[in-house]
């Protein structure tokens, strides 16, 4: 039984730049309405970040040079030890017990980042970006006028050390890059002539080939939190694939329809939600099914009564901090709407409040490592993006601000996303400009990252 192929469903944790690529605004008709300069190829970005100076105190009133002989003391003068300071400084509110289990938070990203860029003729296009859990980062582009030709660039710490940082040029053949970070390299799902899965390793930059023991092409693919991922063919069988992309099992399952998302939960288990229809603002029934960490397949039920469908209609499935899965959907002009799926259980309920409450300006929700709780990644209008840390209760812990990149082009956004060893990279749109008096444009993708900064 056939799985409409569709559009191809990535998950939205390996993909966030794909959802911001809206707010790149700049690229219009081939040209750009917001400047754009371009970065150095490998530069450490700018190093506008200030110091801080400290002085010594001041000597206290009446004391010569500080100090006093205490054998001098008047006897009509007050101890120097009970000298009346004035009122104790206030002590900070005691850390929510919650979030003292997060991550520290800082206010403000540092101002000191790493760059790539890569310029190319018209045909160029920005692929996604991705990073490991040893420090390495990968970014990809493309050319529209070649078939299965992936370009890969990717950094990668020598010995662990940012003084050893290194690049390397990788040429994947392949017409998809869906990085999915793992230990020490890279996951990706392609179809260069045969569908397989391939294993980049981050330390020696060597490609593995895993070719499929059956016909077929994968329709969507999902991350394990805990290693690994999960790959959804055409005639809907499931497989599951290891760090190194090695086949641990295969499971046949009776999904039929067009495939809107899928997800691993943190115990292994895998949610497909399946809804027919392209009606642009219209709804439909969407169907679920569960198929456990051991490859066993329950049966399908139903998921939404209310399901969006369309050219913008759109899905998320996000893993909960300690098991089942929420499934975030909406539609041109909709506020999303949020559902809760408690593993393998054939049936959802309403998101909780602090879920339900996601203000406006929120990209996306992804979990943190471990289960310790939640980032939930917003941009303002200006392009300011920001994390907010969340406790597995919703309570927020605080947020961080990155600076943006240009801040004299507020329509120039790009879109955050985080690896399993803390890396933020930002993604940006491809931006197009025509050098003055010549007829040929220039396209160039852009990236800049801070090496484990959310931990």
């Not at 399946?274 to 439909?284: H, K, L």
């Amino acid at each position: 039984m056939a799985v409409r192929r569709g559009r191809w469903s990535i998950p939205v944790g390996i993909l966030i730049g794909a959802l911001g690529a809206g707010c790149g605004g700049a690229v219009s008709g081939g040209g750009v309405e917001a400047p754009f300069v371009q970065p150095d190829e490998a530069g450490d970005g700018p190093s506008n970040g200030g110091g801080t100076a400290t002085e010594d105190p001041a000597p206290e009133p009446g004391l010569d040079g500080g100090s006093v002989d205490p054998g001098t003391v008047d006897a009509g003068s007050p101890d120097a030890g009970t000298v009346d300071a004035g009122p104790l400084p206030e002590a900070p509110p005691p850390l929510d017990p919650e979030c003292a289990a997060m991550p520290p938070v800082m206010p403000e990203a540092p101002a000191q980042w790493r760059e790539h860029s890569r310029s190319g003729d018209k045909y160029m296009q920005c692929g996604p970006s991705a990073s490991d859990g040893v420090g390495s980062v990968v970014f990809s582009h493309f050319s529209t006028d070649q078939s299965y030709a992936m370009n890969l660039h990717m950094w990668f710490w020598g010995e662990g050390s940012p003084a050893s940082l290194e690049s390397r040029g990788v040429f994947l053949p392949t017409d998809r890059f869906l990085a999915f970070g793992q230990p020490r390299g890279f996951l990706n799902f392609n179809s260069a002539y045969h569908d397989s899965v391939t294993y980049l390793d981050s330390r020696t930059g060597e490609v593995t080939h895993h070719p499929l023991d059956q016909d077929g092409y994968f329709v969507s693919a999902a991350a394990d939190p805990n290693g690994g991922a999960r790959g959804l063919l055409d005639d809907g069988t499931l497989k599951a694939y290891g760090p190194t992309g090695e086949l641990l099992w295969s499971a046949s399952t009776p999904m039929r329809g067009y495939v809107r998302a899928m997800g691993v939960d943190a115990r292994g288990n895998t949610l497909i939600i399946v809804a027919e229809g392209y009606d642009v603002g219209g709804t439909t029934q969407a169907q679920g099914l569960w198929v456990d960490a051991s490859g066993q397949p329950g049966n399908p039920f139903l998921a939404l009564a209310q399901a969006p469908i369309g050219w913008f209609a759109f899905y998320e499935l996000v893993p909960q901090a300690t098991e089942g899965l929420f499934l975030g959907t909406s539609n041109r002009d909709t506020p999303k709407t949020w559902t809760a799926f408690a593993p393998l259980e054939p049936q959802g309920r309403p998101g909780p409040a602090w879920l339900q409450s996601d203000p406006a300006e929120t990209v996306t929700l992804s979990r943190l490592e471990s289960g310790k709780g939640y980032i939930r990644w917003r941009r303002t209008s200006a392009c300011q993006n920001a994390a907010e840390f969340l406790t597995p209760s919703g309570k927020s812990c605080g947020t961080t601000r990155f600076p943006p990149l240009y801040p004299e082009a507020p329509n120039f956004c790009g879109t955050l996303s985080r690896g399993p060893d803390g890396t933020v990279i930002e993604t940006f749109p491809v931006v197009s400009e025509r050098p003055p008096e010549s007829d040929v444009s220039i396209k160039t993708c852009a990236y800049r990252w801070w090496p484990a900064l959310l931990p």
